[in-house]
């Protein structure tokens, strides 16, 4: 994303206070005021950024499901300098640091972790194409382009694995609408890609700050199996959730994606998209919780945007 600086705003005996640095300089600035050590503010620093999630390219698998995608969010990330509140930024990346502890050290042989879909070894699939240096889309749907990196795979194609970070929640269990919408997607790249069956899939679920009476990390013993949808279901519905099938929205997302890359006055266009995240989220033991105000680390910007129109 296009991260040019980390902001924050806290109070001190009734007062407001603002503070600001542009990314080359936060983690001096951070430190020397008092709010976040250097390090974290350069381990946030260095994950801003994700070639597939820029200016020019295509959907990715996470981003199809209609009931946690806000649109606003995805063009701001791709075509507007955002000023990010770090505390926000850490709680949406904490899932990427996570991936990145697990792979530092390797795994069992036979797998492929962090495998992108498509990559280069699809060069000259006539669905696949690259719209810059190491991004490589697939054609999932006519006009729409998709790319994903899936944590896990075995070599032979037979199954994959993603790991999915979340806060525990004794109710909340089994594998989430969206979780499925975008495993199912790898799967069906895999399978038009190299020509095989994925015949399971898995979702290992890393539960962050929790533990057990033994202050033991608490996540489940026992991978989530995914279901192995028919392809016509995920593309096209029946409304599952109330959210539909994936082509309606993928396609929604190409063309809201083309239209604000021709725009002009790109900040007027995302302006004007509604703000879907005031309704994701929601809690029932906070039924006021909200992607907009609890999670969404462009908020700064799309604030300042927002100004005059009602937020």
């Not at 381990?43 to 950024?49: N, P, V």
């Not at 949406?92 to 962090?114: C, D, K, Q, Y």
Request: one cysteine or more; hydrophobic letters at 35%.
């Amino acid at each position: 994303m296009p991260i040019v600086g980390f902001t924050w705003t806290k109070m001190d005996n009734g007062r407001v206070l603002e503070f600001a640095a542009p990314l080359a300089e936060a983690p001096e600035y951070f430190e020397r005021n008092g709010l976040m050590p250097a390090e974290a503010v350069l381990a946030l620093a260095s994950e801003c950024g994700d070639e597939r999630r820029t200016a020019g390219c295509g959907v990715s698998a996470s981003m199809l499901d209609r009931g946690t995608t806000c649109r606003r969010e995805v063009l701001i990330n791709r075509y507007m300098d955002n000023w990010v509140d770090p505390r926000k930024l850490w709680d949406a990346e904490e899932g990427t640091l996570i991936h990145h502890v697990l792979f530092s050290t390797g795994g069992l042989p036979g797998w492929e972790r962090e495998y992108l879909i498509p990559n280069e070894r699809h060069a000259n699939h006539p669905k696949v194409r690259s719209p810059k240096p190491g991004v490589w889309e697939y054609e999932i749907f006519p006009g729409v382009w998709l790319s994903g990196r899936v944590d896990k795979v075995k070599d032979d194609w037979s199954e994959l694995h993603d790991f999915k970070t979340q806060r525990y929640s004794a109710t909340d269990r089994g594998v989430k609408h969206d979780w499925r919408v975008q495993l199912n997607a790898y799967r069906f790249m895999l399978e038009d890609l190299e020509g095989v069956t994925v015949k399971a899939m898995k979702v290992w679920k890393i539960m962050r700050g929790s533990y057990d009476h033994n202050k033991t990390f608490k996540a489940y013993s026992e991978p989530d199996q995914v279901l192995l949808m028919d392809r016509a279901v995920w593309a096209e519905g029946p409304e599952l959730n109330g959210r539909g099938g994936v082509r309606e929205f993928a396609q929604e997302m190409t063309q809201l994606l083309e239209d604000c890359e021709k725009a002009e006055d790109k900040e007027g266009f995302i302006r004007l998209l509604p703000l879907d995240g005031k309704a994701m989220f929601t809690s029932r033991k906070d039924p006021g919780q909200c992607k907009c105000r609890d999670w969404c680390s462009v908020r700064p910007t799309c604030d300042r945007i927002q100004i005059g129109f009602g937020y």
